[in-house]
């Protein structure tokens, strides 16, 4: 069982940044495909970023693409996103989630996220 939690979000300014961090605990993260989700009001959960266990690097949805960063540490056992450039339609609840499959997806287990709101 792995138990994800997740801090960072908050509310900023368009144009502004934040990083957001997920620390797992009860298993090293090393292992497990890792994932960032966002959920904004009235919309469906979408696939924000992902990161493979011994990636040095990931991918990152086309509407972030150039904007938002996935990285890992696993010394730490922590997963970040770093987001520049946030615009209000970033305006959501981040989710963090780890897999135990090298792909992309499903997705196992999940954090109870973190708001991010970005004013005009």
């Known amino acids: 069982q792995v138990q994800l939690v997740e801090s960072g979000g908050g509310l900023v300014q368009a144009g502004g940044s934040l990083r957001l961090s997920c620390t797992a605990s009860?298993?090293?993260?090393?292992?497990?495909?890792m994932g960032w989700f966002r959920q904004a009001p009235g919309k469906e959960r979408e696939f924000v970023a992902g990161i493979y266990g011994s990636a040095a690097s990931g991918y990152t949805a086309d509407s972030a693409k150039g904007r938002f960063t996935i990285s890992r540490d696993n010394i730490k056992n922590t997963v970040y996103l770093q987001m520049n450039s946030l615009k209000p339609e970033d305006t959501a609840v981040y989710y963090c989630a780890a897999g135990v499959r090298s792909t992309l997806g499903p997705f196992d287990y999940w954090g109870q996220g973190t708001q991010v709101t970005v004013s005009s």
């Open positions: 009860g298993r090293t993260l090393s292992s497990y495909t």
